[in-house]
């Protein structure tokens, strides 16, 4: 029986523009898989895992943020109360590159917390040939906004397991991101009932993924949605 019981809890949100590949690197982080047809993310997607470290085991929720302008509002309300962030962009396409520092990082740093561990990741390293971000470009980037960086490619599982490894040794080894830890009192909550969205698992009970449900249902966009955006 899987064992769900943990002593702290991290968080981590995946930002970026539309198509630029967060759904797959989450999904090759989780279960080592691609899929062609990753479905494009409506709102936000929260997946969960589990790791040790030094001696206490952590909670680990990823919350998967919607790439299109129309979802902004939506995922800005996800970047309170992160311990880390990665920031994706696609190296096959300029304007994901340059969508970080119109958007997606002012956007952050207006909502998200102070002393956030930051990542930059460059996606789809595989595809060389249709290059359009060059490495040296992404490193430059990332020494002006203060964030670790790396190259990966989801499809060819390249250096995906990489960036979740040094992105939480990082914050691991901070630790007044580890105040904020500590695990909630209540086995079953709202905001940490460990449902995913992404691929269908469940690490709590019938009453937590309920829970999940009805907080993600009532942050979802309606009026956009039926007005067809």
Excluded at 34 to 44: A, H, L, Q, W
């Amino acid at each position: 029986m899987a064992d769900f019981s943990y002593e702290l809890k991290l968080e981590v949100v995946l930002v970026g523009s539309n198509a630029v590949g967060k759904s797959s690197i989450l999904r090759c982080y989780k279960s080592d898989a691609f899929r062609f047809d990753e479905p494009s993310t409506i709102g936000v997607d929260l997946t969960t895992t589990y790791l040790t470290a030094g001696g206490k085991r952590y909670k680990v929720m990823i919350w998967d943020t919607a790439g299109q302008e129309r979802f902004r509002a939506v995922a800005t309300a996800y970047y309170r109360r992160k311990q880390a962030a990665l920031f994706v962009y696609d190296v096959t396409d300029r304007k994901t590159f340059e969508d970080l520092e119109r958007l997606w990082m002012p956007d952050y740093a207006q909502h998200g917390p102070e002393g956030t561990v930051k990542m930059l990741v460059g996606n789809k390293a595989d595809l060389s040939t249709s290059r359009q971000v060059s490495c040296e470009e992404g490193h430059n980037f990332a020494r002006r906004h203060g964030c670790l960086f790396v190259e990966t490619s989801a499809r060819a599982n390249t250096a995906v397991g990489q960036a979740f490894e040094e992105l939480l040794a990082k914050v691991l080894d901070t630790p007044a991101l580890l105040e904020a830890a500590a695990a909630p009192p209540a086995a079953c909550e709202a905001d940490s009932a460990g449902f995913s969205l992404l691929d269908g698992m469940y690490d709590k009970d019938a009453s937590c993924r309920l829970l999940a449900w009805t907080r993600h249902l009532s942050c979802f966009p309606w009026p956009l949605f039926l007005r067809g955006g």
